[in-house]
């Protein structure tokens, strides 16, 4: 595997940043997750609008341009021979001194790996996820915003770990309100009574890329969809239940807290949209090659 750090490609054993990178030091930077299917980059121009955004709001300069970054990003992908992946790009503050002020980093560092990717078990997709709620808050939008696709995610890291420790396969998130937030790194959509609820991003949500196309493919299935506050409840009585996410796509959850979610299998609805999903992520995307 071949990994660009700053303008350079390094084999996997040779990709190293500073212990001094305050993306180490204080999580300081962004990222993005990316998926590639049969050699095009999905949704490419959204997941780097979204990745200068969240610079932008951290006040951190992405040294390359837009379009130099969306060329190095193609060029990963082509040296690996990615038909198949996943990309990870990741913009940290840089090296800088032990202190926590940037202004120690002249310059942010950039990375691109362009990789496999690991897949969620198939038995995920066909029975559906035991999930739980986790106890740990998610973090509050005045804290730091969920929209920043920071690279801090220990809020999001303790929240995976809670849920495994509740024997579940994935978490759902409240916010500090007690209404629901999001996955640890995926959106939350409810079916109830034919219409399709997901918690606004002012829950606390990430704005998830797999989210709107979601939305957008509801839409098009004439399926209404309504941003609207969700609690615990609305998850208990739901009909079907699904995360979004661009790791996991479109996957069922089929028990909350102990109850099951309608009569506790992947419900129609959902497994539509996970049909017309897979068709969108083999239909589109930038051409790599
Ligand atoms: N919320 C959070 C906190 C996320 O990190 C999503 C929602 C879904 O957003 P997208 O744009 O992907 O639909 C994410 C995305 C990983 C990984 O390695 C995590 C994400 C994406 C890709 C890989 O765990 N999180």
């Known amino acids: 595997m071949q990994i660009y750090i700053d303008g350079q490609y390094f084999d996997e054993a040779d990709a190293k940043v500073s212990v001094f990178d305050h993306g180490l030091l204080y999580g300081d930077g962004v990222f993005e997750g990316i998926r590639v299917y049969s050699g095009r980059i999905f949704k490419l121009d959204e997941h780097l609008e979204r990745l200068y955004d969240s610079a932008k709001a951290i006040l951190l300069k992405v040294p390359l341009s837009f379009d130099e970054l969306k060329a190095a990003t193609i060029e990963a992908c082509r040296r690996n021979k990615l038909k198949d992946g996943y990309i990870r790009m990741l913009v940290t503050r840089g ?74 396969q994935e978490v759902i998130m409240l916010n500090e309100q007690g209404y629901v937030a999001e996955g640890s790194g995926d959106n939350v959509f409810v079916l109830k009574k034919g219409t399709l609820f997901t918690p606004p991003i002012f829950a606390g949500a990430l704005g998830g890329i797999t989210r709107r196309v979601a939305m957008d493919l509801a839409a098009g299935m004439g399926i209404p969809v309504s941003e609207v506050t969700l609690m615990r409840y609305d998850l208990f009585v739901a009909d079907e239940v699904f995360l979004t996410g661009t790791g996991a796509e479109i996957i069922p959850a089929v ?16 497994r539509r949209m996970m049909e017309a999903y897979a068709k ?5 995307g930038t051409p790599i090659f």
Request: hydrophobic content about 35%.
């Open 255 to 270: 028990e909350i807290d102990g109850r099951p979610i309608g009569d506790g299998t992947p419900g129609p609805i959902t």
């Open 95 to 168: 090296k800088g001194s032990l202190g926590l002020s940037p202004d120690s980093c002249p310059r942010a560092t950039v990375i691109i790996i362009a990789a496999e990717i690991e897949l969620y078990p198939r038995e995920y997709y066909t029975k559906g996820l035991r999930v739980a709620t986790a106890p740990t808050r998610r973090t509050a939008p005045a804290a730091l915003s969920p929209s920043v696709k920071s690279l801090n995610y220990l809020n999001n890291v303790m929240g995976k770990i809670e849920g495994k420790l509740c024997g579940a």
């Open 280 to 284: 969108l992520t083999r239909g589109e």
